[in-house]
């Protein structure tokens, strides 16, 4: 009779526990997401599910896609595509990559709220960005070196605006390498003479302000649209089409709902 | 409907290379995204599957470092039949013949079957730079072959001499206009013809080559060409009458400089006396304790050029180029002889052959080409004169000899050698006196290395295929002036070089 009611509690104990892990989601990746975008959706999914926890952490979308290669999350947060090595990289562990568009982006230029420039073209922000030039008379400014500031290698913005912007070239060699979005847009914040690049949630950060790229202000229409030149799709990307609570999760988030709180945080919406 | 799209833009892209299939992918999702045709993520779903099939590919496979834009594997195999024979003077021997010794219009031959093989990478890196590297066999700097059979010792068909050599390792910025900076072992970056350098020789140094182009249009550009059209065998026009052309001219000008380092190692600044030339090296040469040169030996070139392009693809080109040498270097410190008439063979062969002292070449290859019923042709030709060929002479014990300082070379070529079923045949003379040109830059096959030569070669070839050439040369020359050896070392080990034939019978491979 013991043992009836001990395995009874065992099962009851192992379901609970069942319970609690099927609950639970694990995300990774990209800073851009993850820094408010995400938090924000899982509490009002939270809101919405209750008993739901989750574990999010964002250290760059290149952490994001191999979690989901080494299977450590259920959600890998990118703001750029998987690279070809990712790829094959995934589909030699049995893994398919798949990537679900949760909003768009635009990378804006920004500088300092007090510098005179009003606009870039997309060959000034190449040179700038390169070294090709290193004083802002060269791009109609009133003088001054030059403080270039990007995100870190790992970060997928920083391979994003290499490839949509600079043509692959390599970043100009004094540029400083922030830890976020946040980071930048202080560090252009403080210093008249520094130009940066975020996401479009960050640029109504205090003391810098978002160039025009070719005329072309990174917008919410500009984007959809795709002609602000600087614009992404960021990524959720899961082992094939997910299921269960990561379903739900992704669902919400292109649904109406997830997409107000998209456009709320300063991403652009799918639709 | 949208899934007949998808599927559509999913076998465009299929049937595309595997290589740029995903790259391919990316400008065709993305138009149909913009005509509104596909959802962006319908796009992406079809762009991660279309890159998953491409890394299971051999192409997916092959990765390339970040800063490579562009790579191109290229290279050759050749299998060579190969006859040269070279006679001795009517004079020789000046001492009594004897095994091994040179005889009186004694024939010296050799017959062999060769290969090479040349296998290249050459590509261009971000912000405009670019390398290049070639692999190679044989140790020569004017040859890739390797004769069958040919090994030392450890029996037949051993490696010894097939050995893998870098022929080319080099790379260099493009980043300014018109302008092209190299350096490293190149390839060679002058326009020059086999009478001057051999074609297999890789300078090492640094090269720095200009080309600007200048577009003359004359009248024409209005009306259209009456009575002009073309048809598809079904009889439906597939080329639009054409606009009047106007006479285009094209000027092409270039300057190509080089500076080679022909002799380096060398210590400079030793410690204790400065060396001379010891009695072992210099008894043939009769420059026994000459001081040994304790600088490097450059190679400097200097040229200029331009072609002329009319209408109809005929062309006009000339490029003179100045070559002078500073500094004797480790190995070419001995003042030039090539060899002599009036001692015996071996004594002959002894003198220094590769002295590159007092030379000052001005060199000017030229070419005009046209074409006659869509066949190619042209005339090419070259002439060169050492100015310091007086005091070359003089050093070699011919004082008075510097009027030797001419070489000049005339042919025509017919047809040319691109793709299946092309011919070409080229026939040239060539003459070259024996204080005129660098011996140890001359082609080593047409006139086995040597100056003081004249004669005729032709070369004919037929592409079998796309990839694969057959090409015949033959060349018979004699010795130009009779009162001097013919300088250089070549295969056939007769100083002076009173006649000599070459046959070679070529098969090439190209990828």
């Known amino acids: ?271 | 409907m949208k899934k007949l799209i998808l599927a559509a833009a999913a076998l465009c892209v299929a049937l595309g290379g595997s290589v740029a299939r995903a790259q391919d992918a990316g400008a065709l999702l993305d138009l149909l995204v913009k005509k509104k045709l596909i959802t962006d993520q319908e796009a992406e779903e079809v762009r991660t599957e279309l890159v998953k099939e491409s890394t299971s590919t051999a192409a997916g496979k092959w990765k390339l470092s970040a800063p490579i834009t562009e790579l191109e594997l290229y290279g050759d195999t050749r299998l060579r039949y190969e006859y040269r024979g070279g006679r001795t003077t009517s004079n020789s021997p000046v001492a009594a013949p004897a095994p091994g010794v040179a005889g009186r219009d004694d024939w010296e031959e050799r017959d062999r079957l060769r290969y090479r093989l040349r296998v290249g990478l050459r590509g261009t890196l971000a912000d405009d730079w670019f390398f290049g590297l070639r692999l190679e066999t044989s140790t020569s700097n004017r040859s890739t072959n390797v004769t069958f059979g040919g090994d030392s010792n450890n029996g037949p068909f051993s490696k010894n001499d097939d050995g893998i050599f870098v022929g080319q390792a080099y790379f260099g910025y493009t980043g300014f206009p018109d302008l092209k900076l190299t350096g490293g072992r190149m390839p060679n970056p002058l326009i020059f013809t086999s009478m001057v350098w051999d074609d297999d020789i890789n300078p090492e140094g640094l090269a720095e080559q200009w080309k600007h182009t200048f577009t003359f249009n004359f009248g024409g550009g209005g009306e259209a060409v009456q009575g002009y059209s073309k048809y598809s065998k079904e009889g439906k026009g597939v080329v639009a009458a054409p606009a009047g052309e106007p006479f285009k001219l094209k000027l092409d000008l270039f300057a190509n400089f080089g500076q080679f380092i022909y002799s380096g190692n060398i210590i400079q600044n030793g410690l204790g006396p400065r060396p001379t030339v010891s009695s072992s090296a210099g008894d043939g040469t009769g420059q026994t304790g000459q001081d040994i040169p304790d600088t490097n030996a450059y190679l400097l070139a200097w040229q200029t050029g331009a072609r002329l392009t009319f209408p109809n693809n005929v062309y006009f080109q000339l490029a003179p180029t100045l070559y002078n040498y500073t500094g004797d270097g480790q190995f070419f410190n001995i003042h030039f002889q090539g060899g002599s008439p009036h001692l015996t063979n071996a004594a002959s062969m002894a003198q220094n052959q590769n002295g590159i002292n007092s030379l000052l070449v001005f060199d000017m290859p030229m070419e005009v080409g046209w074409k006659l019923f869509d066949l190619p042709m042209r005339i090419f030709g070259d002439f060169a004169v050492n100015f310091d060929a007086d005091d070359r002479a003089a050093a070699a014990g011919h004082a008075g000899g510097g009027g030797q300082r001419y070489a000049y070379e005339i042919g025509l070529g017919v047809g040319q050698l691109k793709a299946k079923s092309d011919w070409e045949i080229r026939a040239w003379w060539q003459h070259s006196d024996q204080f005129s040109l660098d011996p140890n830059l001359v082609d080593s096959d047409i006139f086995d290395s040597r100056v003081n030569m004249q004669g005729v070669a032709v070369k004919a070839g037929y592409m079998l295929a796309d990839a694969i050439s057959l090409n015949l040369t033959y060349s018979y020359g004699w010795r130009s002036n009779g009162n001097y050896g013919t300088g250089g070392i070549g295969d056939i080990p007769i100083n002076p070089l009173d006649q000599y034939q070459l046959f070679q019978a070529d098969m090439s491979v190209r990828f």
Not at chain 1, 44 to 68: L, M, R, V
Not at chain 1, 208 to 233: C, E, F, L, N
């Open chain 1, 1 to 271: 009779m013991k043992f009836k009611h001990l395995a009874v509690t065992l099962a009851l104990l192992a379901a609970t526990l069942s319970h609690v892990n099927a609950d639970r989601l694990v995300i990774k990746g990209s800073d851009t997401l993850g820094a408010k975008l995400v938090p924000q959706l899982a509490e009002q999914f939270k809101a919405q599910h209750p008993g739901t926890t989750f574990d999010i952490a964002a250290e760059g979308s290149t952490t994001g896609i191999a979690a989901i290669i080494d299977g450590t999350a259920q959600i890998g947060m990118s703001s750029r595509r998987a690279k070809t090595s990712e790829v094959g990289a995934a589909a030699s562990k049995g893994k398919h990559m798949k990537p679900t568009i949760v909003a768009f982006d635009g990378i804006a230029v920004i500088v300092n709220s007090g510098s005179p420039i009003k606009s870039l073209t997309k060959k000034q922000v190449e040179q700038i960005f390169t070294g090709d030039v290193t004083d802002w008379s060269a791009v109609g400014g009133s003088g001054g070196k030059i403080s270039v500031y990007t995100r870190n290698t790992s970060s997928g913005t920083y391979s994003d605006f290499k490839e949509l912007a600079m043509k692959k070239r390599d970043y100009a060699g004094g540029s400083q390498k922030m830890a976020g979005n946040e980071q930048i847009a202080a560090e252009v914040g403080k210093n008249p003479n520094g130009v940066g690049y975020v996401g479009m949630a960050y640029t109504k950060a205090g003391g810098v302000k978002a160039m025009p790229i070719d005329g072309a202000v990174p917008s919410t229409k500009s984007v959809q649209a795709h002609t602000y030149p600087y614009w992404r799709p960021t990524f959720y990307y899961t082992n094939g089409d997910p299921s269960g609570l990561a379903k739900d999760f992704v669902d919400f988030t292109v649904g109406p709902g997830g997409q107000r709180i998209v456009a709320q945080v300063g991403f652009v919406p799918i639709k």
